[in-house]
């Protein structure tokens, strides 16, 4: 049943440019009402022509996205923790059947795994027994190398070497437990390395709202390092004009437009 796992991974990634646009609106899974998707359905809707895929929960899915104009979904089926005991963020469990997942027609699954931590050996098996349910049903599985609380400070300035042998490290163990897709963070002058050891595609997380020129800029350096595109989602829905954003990351991704035209593009669609 390869062809329904390669038409899935198709409407992902855009063939016609190898790279793709994806909005993350699974914050709420563990942070709650987070600023800017406190009303995700209004949030989402005037970003879905520009997203080629989503990735919601199913909650959020169900609850507030229109099921007649939803982009591809890819699920995040990982999580049971929050905020409220932030030490414990790596403790995942799976909190989605593929069944369910199947039943939303969601086009793929994300899965956190937590490398490193206490508890990684529980995360990688929960990518791993889900990508054998999924490519059971030609589900796309994404692989999220999740950065928990007890690793925080790889991602202080002066570490980005150590930070990007992290992620390499998780990015792969997250391929060789069967993602097909791996979503992780940026580092500054070492991310070709982690692309480079790491036989799936990468997509980049945006991470914590920065300012929409720097957000173009990495994300412009990212896919100049191999990335294939974004998944990205504070960076985009907290950004001073969501439609503008997420119309300015796309020329990066999909027209290789540079960081400095792209944030033309942003200010000019931004008024
Ligand atoms: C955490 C996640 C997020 O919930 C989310 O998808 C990250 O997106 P961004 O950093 O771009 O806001 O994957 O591990």
Not at 123 to 145: C, F, P
């Amino acid at each position: 049943m390869q062809w329904g796992l390669e038409n899935r991974l198709a409407q992902i990634i855009r063939p016609e440019t190898g790279r793709t646009v994806m909005l993350a609106i699974d914050h709420g899974y563990f942070q709650g009402p987070t600023t800017g998707l406190e009303e995700p359905g209004k949030t989402v809707a005037p970003l879905l022509p520009y997203c080629d895929a989503l990735s919601p929960t199913k909650g959020i899915l169900q609850y507030c996205i229109d099921p007649l104009t939803a982009p591809p979904i890819i699920l995040r089926v990982s999580g049971g923790n929050s905020m409220a005991r932030r030490d414990e963020l790596d403790d995942e469990i799976l909190t989605c059947t593929i069944e369910q997942a199947v039943a939303l027609n969601a086009v793929g699954v994300s899965i956190s795994i937590y490398v490193g931590t206490e508890h990684q050996r529980q995360t990688i098996q929960n990518l791993a027994t889900m990508a054998d349910e999924a490519h059971k049903y030609g589900l796309v599985v994404l692989g999220i190398s999740a950065v928990g609380a007890s690793l925080g400070e790889l991602r202080e300035p002066g570490k980005e070497q150590e930070f990007a042998r992290y992620l390499a490290l998780a990015s792969r163990i997250a391929a060789e437990h069967g993602a097909d897709i791996s979503k992780t963070y940026y580092v500054p002058g070492h991310f070709d390395k982690v692309v480079g050891g790491c036989p799936i595609p990468i997509v980049l997380a945006g991470g914590k709202k920065v300012p929409e020129a720097e957000a173009l800029e990495f994300s412009y350096n990212a896919i100049q390092d191999g990335a294939s595109g974004v998944d990205m989602g504070r960076n985009i829905f907290q950004a001073e004009s969501p439609v503008a954003m997420i119309q300015a990351v796309r020329a990066v991704v999909h027209e290789g437009k540079a960081s400095e035209e792209a944030y033309e593009l942003y200010q000019s669609l931004a008024k």
